[in-house]
């Protein structure tokens, strides 16, 4: 199995130490995060990690499982790239008097699609977001201008095949499904009770 | 207190608001939890941090027992034995710091064998978290791999629901330690209790898998279909309490079945479908035959590599079925071919209804020869040796002879707990207290304390070797004290056997430390008070394990054994399954 990149997808409390435990996962078995991402979802205090690593499936799918027993996290998801829809972030600081005096540097931007956050007579701040492949580019390209300062955020993602965890949550809150209720809402969809 | 972090998933609080509150301190409500959870024993040491709880302590001393062992790690692994003979929650007090660092290694222990323990530990004062405060460690984070749970309370008010979710999640699903740090001024705090309440709901906490039984389905076609079905079970059905369910399905299906170390006694072993243990120093036949049967049921054990041995020759050719209620362990060694997700206790029943009553005569009688073989060629002198050197075997032979397999048999680690585990006969479930994921040496000791606790009126034997018995020798001070009625059993080979076996097979036989002196044990026990004698002529072994069983009161007996005694058969490392050697 060929290694790709994957992003693990985890709805969790929100209580403190989770991204230890979480993270202890991943270095017990010497695997490096690429980039984790801590924030509020879509359900009301539930929290959402959103972790990138380079890994194959089978190894993800078991860290997932993993994962899952851990008290406090809900669920784990893992997609490829092709099922997520994601954006990194980046910031960059660059003298201003590069930007309006080198056109290249316009152009740059433009192609790229950032704007200014802050502009002052030093320097000037940019935003832009994309795939990280886009963000080192620009970086990339910036380099060559004097670039002051650089940041890129952790990958945040969308899964492109979820109806959110609205609807999931209930069924976690409800203590005991009774049986009739279990069998009706489980057994239809065979596959996707069990596999993550 | 709808502020504080812990209420957001429990009902503690909300039905609370109409109920008449007393004030209590955040130590008494510890104590009360632990009463309104049924706990009777508690094995801890004081110290700083912990003072206000032993102080409150001081007036429950009469509900609540308390044994005060010698070294924290023996605080553990008595809670550990404790929950092993009793199939209750064990119950720790230890202090922060060097206290709580004293529980790492019984609480891996307890981890990764599944052992419902709670631990309590004191910590500093809120205020001077992350100061580097006197006795101060960072115990969540030094811990959060090894617990299934932890959690810090620096309120009082957080004390009922932090311990209700402890016991909740210690003891469902897959059990497993639980660690509570309390700091020294929740344990002080006088706060509005209203009562506590068990929990049984989590919501990001599903200990209980809902059952599909299509899968069950697919299980019992491929079990009815089989003509050389094998069973694997291990300490799942111990924990499930699955006994007689699992009895019921193996005598309908008719299929020879093999314990894992941890899944001893769940069978009785004279049961005539019982075919032995498996793994590396395992029985012959159903280490042979895995690579042999057509369809493989796995039923609450975890296809640790010692059972496995080498995985890609493992089981190649049979078709698996996987029993467990932790989904992380389906298909993580082994993939299974039909996964029955869920508590055995449930998923056992309903695969025996949908299987034939079948005899698998001729499969049977494959294992019973292999069963010969081995007999012939290693049993059969392990347990009457020719020469006047004594083996291991034949002093496990001859407590089974005198207990007829009634005793709780708790071991240590190395080639004492190999060949306790091979020939020990056990009648009874819950009968088999080894460390079986970890290899703790220094379990065995500690770990038959909290078992006769956890079954006093049975006969509890502690088969320990020389090297382990060294590593928590100062639990002798707790029997002494506290009068556990401990057998203890020291087979002395004068080695590390188990290295030293490793060294002579696998090193060129260069010894290299393991060679271990001992005190004078018997004289050691004596200065505690417990009553002993060594041995090392077969003429009194019969008397002398007598003696010891039938004294009323902790009994000291060391036995000298062969001192280069192997234990076979064996697997190598890196090996499969079917190249177990037997000599």
Same mark, same amino acid.
């Given at each position: 199995?060929?290694?790709?990149?994957?992003?693990?997808?985890?709805?969790?409390?929100?209580?403190?130490?989770?991204?230890?435990?979480?993270?202890?996962?991943?270095?017990?078995?010497?695997?490096?995060?690429?980039?984790?991402?801590?924030?509020?979802?879509?359900?009301?205090?539930?929290?959402?990690?959103?972790?990138?690593? *380079?890994?194959?499936?089978?190894?993800?799918?078991?860290?997932?499982?993993?994962?899952?027993?851990?008290?406090?996290?809900?669920?784990?998801?893992?997609?490829?790239?092709?099922?997520?829809?994601?954006?990194?972030?980046?910031?960059?600081?660059?003298?201003?008097?590069?930007?309006?005096?080198?056109?290249?540097? %316009?152009?740059?931007?433009?192609?790229?699609?950032?704007?200014?956050?802050?502009?002052?007579?030093?320097?000037?701040?940019?935003?832009?977001?994309?795939?990280?492949?886009?963000?080192?580019?620009?970086?990339?390209?910036?380099?060559?201008?004097?670039?002051?300062?650089?940041?890129?955020?952790?990958?945040?993602?969308?899964?492109?095949?979820?109806?959110?965890?609205?609807?999931?949550?209930?069924?976690?809150? %409800?203590?005991?499904?009774?049986?009739?209720? !279990?069998?009706?809402?489980?057994?239809?969809?065979?596959?996707?009770?069990?596999?993550? | 207190? *709808?502020?504080?972090?812990?209420?957001?998933?429990?009902?503690?609080?909300?039905?609370?608001?109409?109920?008449?509150?007393?004030?209590?301190?955040?130590?008494?409500?510890?104590?009360?939890?632990?009463?309104?959870?049924?706990?009777?024993?508690?094995?801890?040491?004081?110290?700083?941090?912990?003072?206000?709880?032993?102080?409150?302590?001081?007036?429950?001393?009469?509900?609540?027992?308390?044994?005060?062992?010698?070294?924290?790690?023996?605080?553990?692994?008595?809670?550990?034995?404790?929950?092993?003979?009793?199939?209750?929650?064990?119950?720790?007090?230890?202090?922060?710091?060097?206290?709580?660092?004293?529980?790492?290694?019984?609480?891996?222990?307890?981890?990764?064998?599944?052992?419902?323990?709670?631990?309590?530990?004191?910590?500093?004062?809120?205020?001077?978290?992350?100061?580097?405060?006197?006795?101060?460690?960072?115990?969540?984070?030094?811990?959060?791999?090894?617990?299934?749970?932890?959690?810090?309370?620096?309120?009082?008010?957080?004390?009922?629901?932090?311990?209700?979710?402890?016991?909740? !999640?210690?003891?469902?699903?897959?059990?497993?330690?639980?660690?509570?740090?309390?700091?020294?001024?929740?344990?002080?705090?006088?706060?509005?209790?209203?009562?506590?309440?068990?929990?049984?709901?989590?919501?990001?906490?599903?200990?209980?898998?809902?059952?599909?039984?299509?899968?069950?389905?697919?299980?019992?076609?491929?079990?009815?279909?089989?003509?050389?079905?094998?069973?694997?079970?291990?300490?799942?059905?111990?924990?499930?309490?699955?006994?007689?369910?699992?009895?019921?399905?193996? %005598?309908?299906?008719?299929?020879?079945?093999?314990?894992?170390?941890?899944?001893?006694?769940?069978?009785?072993?004279?049961?005539?479908?019982?075919?032995?243990?498996?793994?590396?120093?395992?029985?012959?036949?159903?280490?042979?035959?895995?690579?042999?049967?057509?369809?493989?049921?796995?039923?609450?054990?975890?296809?640790?590599?010692?059972?496995?041995?080498?995985?890609?020759?493992?089981?190649?050719?049979?078709?698996?079925?996987?029993?467990?209620?932790?989904?992380?362990?389906?298909?993580?060694?082994?993939?299974?071919?039909?996964?029955?997700?869920?508590?055995?206790?449930?998923?056992?029943?309903?695969?025996?209804?949908?299987?034939?009553?079948?005899?698998?005569? %001729?499969?049977?009688?494959?294992?019973?020869?292999?069963?010969?073989?081995?007999?012939?060629?290693?049993?059969?002198?392990?347990?009457?040796?020719?020469?006047?050197?004594?083996?291991?075997?034949?002093?496990?032979?001859?407590? *089974?002879?005198?207990?007829?397999?009634?005793?709780?048999?708790?071991?240590?680690?190395?080639?004492?707990?190999?060949?306790?585990?091979?020939?020990?006969?056990?009648?009874?479930?819950?009968?088999?207290?080894?460390?079986?994921?970890?290899?703790?040496?220094?379990?065995?000791?500690?770990?038959?304390?909290?078992?006769?606790?956890?079954?006093?009126?049975?006969?509890? !034997?502690?088969?320990?070797?020389?090297?382990?018995?060294?590593?928590?020798?100062?639990?002798?001070?707790?029997?002494?004290?506290?009068?556990?009625?401990?057998?203890?059993?020291?087979? *002395?080979?004068?080695?590390?056997?188990?290295?030293?076996?490793?060294?002579?097979?696998?090193?060129?036989?260069?010894?290299?430390?393991?060679?271990?002196?001992?005190?004078?044990?018997?004289?050691?026990?004596?200065?505690?008070?417990?009553?002993?004698?060594?041995?090392?002529?077969?003429?009194?072994?019969?008397?002398?394990?007598?003696?010891?069983?039938?004294?009323?009161?902790?009994?000291?007996?060391?036995?000298?054994?062969?001192?280069?005694?192997?234990?076979?058969?064996?697997?190598?490392?890196?090996?499969?399954?079917?190249?177990?050697?037997?000599?």
């Amino acid at each position: 199995m060929e290694k790709q990149e994957y992003t693990i997808t985890l709805y969790t409390e929100n209580s403190i130490g989770m991204i230890g435990r979480i993270s202890i996962i991943f270095s017990r078995r010497k695997i490096n995060i690429e980039s984790l991402n801590t924030s509020p979802s879509e359900a009301e205090g539930i929290h959402r990690f959103t972790i990138v690593i *380079n890994e194959t499936e089978e190894v993800v799918r078991k860290l997932c499982r993993q994962i899952e027993k851990q008290v406090e996290v809900l669920k784990a998801y893992y997609n490829t790239n092709d099922e997520v829809i994601w954006q990194e972030q980046a910031l960059y600081k660059v003298p201003t008097d590069v930007v309006t005096e080198k056109a290249p540097v %316009e152009r740059l931007l433009r192609q790229y699609g950032a704007s200014a956050v802050v502009i002052r007579n030093d320097y000037t701040v940019f935003e832009t977001a994309g795939h990280r492949e886009e963000i080192d580019a620009l970086t990339e390209a910036l380099a060559e201008y004097n670039l002051i300062e650089f940041v890129r955020s952790a990958r945040i993602a969308i899964i492109k095949d979820s109806e959110g965890f609205h609807k999931k949550l209930k069924e976690f809150e %409800e203590a005991e499904p009774a049986s009739e209720v !279990v069998e009706n809402k489980y057994l239809n969809k065979q596959d996707k009770v069990f596999t993550m | 207190m *709808n502020t504080l972090e812990i209420t957001k998933d429990n009902s503690q609080s909300d039905s609370n608001r109409n109920v008449e509150t007393i004030q209590l301190s955040g130590s008494q409500a510890v104590l009360e939890a632990l009463l309104a959870e049924g706990v009777d024993t508690i094995f801890g040491y004081p110290g700083g941090a912990i003072m206000p709880i032993y102080d409150a302590l001081y007036d429950y001393s009469e509900k609540l027992k308390h044994i005060l062992v010698r070294h924290e790690q023996g605080g553990i692994h008595a809670a550990q034995g404790y929950a092993r003979t009793s199939g209750r929650v064990g119950v720790v007090f230890a202090t922060s710091g060097p206290g709580a660092t004293n529980l790492v290694t019984g609480l891996a222990d307890a981890m990764i064998d599944s052992n419902p323990v709670v631990c309590i530990t004191g910590q500093v004062f809120a205020h001077l978290l992350g100061t580097d405060a006197f006795q101060e460690t960072d115990v969540i984070n030094i811990t959060a791999p090894v617990t299934k749970w932890n959690y810090q309370v620096t309120d009082a008010c957080e004390i009922p629901t932090a311990l209700a979710k402890a016991f909740h !999640v210690a003891r469902t699903g897959r059990p497993g330690p639980v660690l509570i740090d309390i700091t020294k001024n929740a344990q002080i705090q006088l706060f509005d209790y209203a009562g506590y309440q068990v929990c049984n709901h989590i919501r990001s906490y599903r200990p209980k898998p809902i059952v599909r039984r299509e899968y069950v389905q697919q299980a019992a076609e491929l079990i009815n279909a089989a003509q050389k079905p094998f069973i694997l079970f291990g300490q799942g059905v111990i924990l499930g309490k699955a006994e007689n369910e699992f009895k019921a399905f193996i %005598e309908k299906a008719g299929i020879p079945a093999a314990a894992t170390v941890m899944g001893l006694s769940a069978l009785e072993t004279d049961h005539p479908l019982h075919v032995g243990m498996l793994g590396m120093h395992g029985n012959y036949a159903p280490n042979v035959l895995t690579n042999d049967c057509d369809v493989l049921i796995a039923i609450g054990m975890r296809f640790d590599d010692r059972v496995t041995g080498r995985l890609d020759k493992y089981a190649k050719q049979a078709k698996v079925v996987h029993l467990d209620i932790d989904p992380a362990e389906i298909d993580k060694n082994v993939k299974a071919t039909v996964p029955v997700w869920g508590d055995c206790k449930e998923t056992l029943p309903l695969l025996t209804e949908l299987v034939t009553q079948r005899e698998h005569k %001729e499969w049977l009688t494959r294992f019973r020869e292999l069963e010969q073989e081995e007999i012939k060629e290693v049993i059969h002198n392990e347990l009457n040796p020719t020469t006047d050197i004594m083996t291991m075997g034949e002093v496990i032979k001859t407590v *089974n002879e005198l207990t007829g397999g009634d005793a709780v048999i708790v071991t240590d680690v190395g080639q004492h707990q190999m060949v306790a585990c091979r020939y020990a006969k056990f009648n009874q479930s819950k009968s088999n207290v080894t460390s079986g994921g970890l290899g703790t040496m220094g379990f065995g000791l500690p770990a038959a304390i909290g078992a006769w606790y956890g079954a006093p009126d049975r006969t509890v !034997v502690a088969v320990i070797g020389d090297g382990g018995i060294q590593m928590t020798i100062q639990e002798f001070g707790t029997i002494m004290q506290f009068g556990a009625k401990v057998k203890i059993l020291v087979l *002395n080979n004068e080695f590390l056997g188990m290295v030293r076996q490793w060294q002579q097979l696998f090193h060129d036989k260069r010894y290299s430390f393991v060679n271990i002196t001992s005190p004078d044990f018997v004289t050691v026990a004596k200065g505690y008070g417990i009553p002993g004698r060594s041995i090392n002529d077969r003429t009194n072994l019969k008397q002398a394990l007598q003696e010891m069983i039938d004294y009323d009161g902790s009994y000291f007996l060391e036995v000298m054994v062969g001192k280069e005694n192997n234990v076979f058969p064996m697997v190598p490392q890196g090996s499969s399954v079917s190249e177990i050697r037997l000599k």
